[in-house]
């Protein structure tokens, strides 16, 4: 998940795609993990899923 958070630090935009190839995890794996954090209060979407971005929530 550390991964995700810091690859959403660098690019907010980032798909589900790109950072399945960043972190090494399935498509499935990144959107389970977004899902975890987002339940966590860790990220929040901003704008509608497309073409908005993540914010990491320290």
């Known amino acids: 998940m550390e991964k995700i958070l810091e690859a959403i630090k660098i690019d907010p935009t980032i798909t589900y795609e790109e ?10 794996g990144v959107e ?9 209060g860790k990220i929040k979407r901003i704008v509608p899923d497309k073409g908005g971005h993540w914010e990491v929530i320290d």
């Open 19 to 28: 950072q399945s190839k960043v972190t090494g995890v399935s498509t499935r």
């Open 32 to 40: 389970w993990n977004f899902t975890k954090l987002k339940a966590q």
